[in-house]
Structures are given as structure tokens and as C-alpha cells.
């Protein structure tokens, strides 16, 4: 335990290493989960900023979706060649674009500072997942969709369907209730590295 605190001393307490200690603003509901996320290597705290509860962006959580896949198959991701996006030349954008996360938003902008529904989110996520299982010999078990037990599933784009109801199946995205699924709400820096943290053990 050299190098490390103990936090958050009580019933929950855990040590943790001192460079990866979050000390952002965040909900109570979050604290566990991003505290571990931190541990597990999956966040970059110099681009996360010091509000978890403020949406995040598509830059930030390129860098969550990015650092989770390289935690899951323990080497670098080669980056897409500067002045594939003329937006940003952020590592993290062109590790999501050459790995498959995300295209941009068109074939040159990226649009770093534009934030993420709850469906995007789940998306980038997938997308993630699914380019860990192509390089490892991680497989996620079999799952059926059940989406269609939330009265809002007609709100989920075509595009969305699919890594929606992996993401619910596997209890890694949850309804807002048990009857909504919120695919359009927006999506914090909070909640999404909580789904980040869920998704290290999701096979």
C-alpha cells in the first residue's frame, strides 16, 4: 500500500493510488465507480476536468472509450495520421477513429467539444467492446435484446438498436426508470465512466 490513501474512510472505505485519486465535483451514487475506473487506468484525469457532473463531450469521452479498450487488450492503440480530422489532432480522437469508436461526425470534423446522448454514449462503448473481442480472446456472452420493455424504445435511432440492447442486456446502460430508457438524454462525465467501469468486467 506504499503510495497510497486511504479514502472515503467508513463502511466503503478502499486505498487507492494517490496519482489516481478523483477529486473532481461528482454525485455520492458515482463516487465508487469512478474512483475504480480511475484505479482500473481507464480515465485520463487532465481532460476530464473538475466537474463529473457536467456533460461530457465527445473529445472526453473518446479518452474514457479509447483507455477502456487499451486496458482490455494491454497495448496502445495506433492512432489515425494527423490531419485526419481538421477539428483536432487529439491522440485520443484519432485512437477512436482508427480503432473504429467513432467516425467523426463527418468524414473531416470530429467535433471534440460537442457532447453525447445517452445512445451515442452507448454506441462509442460497444463499438469499444467490439474492438477488444476482434483483438483478444475476450467474448461477451450471449444476451437477448429487451427493449422493448421501455416505453420509450421508439426514440432509439437504427443506428443505436443494436449497441443499445447489448449494453441494456448486460446491465451495463440501465433504464432512467423501469419504464424509460432516455436514449436521446444527455450523458455526463459521471454517468458515462460509470458505464465504462461496468463494461471492464462485461464478458
Request: charged share 15%; net charge negative; proline share 3%.
Amino acid at each position: 500500500l506504499e503510495g497510497s490513501t486511504l479514502k472515503q474512510d467508513g463502511t466503503m472505505s478502499f486505498a487507492v493510488r494517490n496519482e489516481r485519486y478523483v477529486s473532481a465535483n461528482m454525485s455520492s451514487w458515482a463516487q465508487n465507480d469512478v474512483q475504480w475506473a480511475s484505479q482500473n487506468g481507464i480515465l485520463d484525469l487532465n481532460i476530464l476536468g473538475s466537474d463529473y457532473t457536467a456533460p461530457i463531450t465527445r473529445l472526453q469521452f473518446a479518452s474514457v472509450a479509447v483507455k477502456l479498450a487499451e486496458c482490455l487488450i494491454g497495448v496502445s492503440i495506433t492512432p489515425a495520421p494527423q490531419g485526419t480530422f481538421v477539428d483536432t489532432d487529439n491522440e485520443y480522437a484519432l485512437k477512436a477513429y482508427a480503432s473504429g469508436i467513432t467516425s467523426g461526425v463527418s468524414a473531416t470534423e470530429f467535433n471534440p467539444n460537442g457532447t453525447l446522448t445517452r445512445q451515442q454514449m452507448a454506441t462509442f462503448i460497444y463499438r469499444a467492446l467490439m474492438y477488444v473481442r476482434d483483438n483478444t480472446n475476450i467474448r461477451y456472452t450471449t444476451y437477448t435484446p429487451a427493449l422493448e420493455k421501455y416505453s420509450d424504445n421508439w426514440a432509439i435511432a437504427d443506428w443505436a438498436k443494436t449497441s443499445m440492447g447489448f449494453m441494456n442486456a448486460l446491465g451495463l446502460v440501465k433504464g432512467v426508470s423501469d419504464t424509460t430508457i432516455d436514449p436521446d438524454g444527455k450523458c455526463t462525465i459521471e454517468q458515462a465512466v460509470v458505464v465504462a467501469n461496468r463494461s471492464v468486467n462485461a464478458d
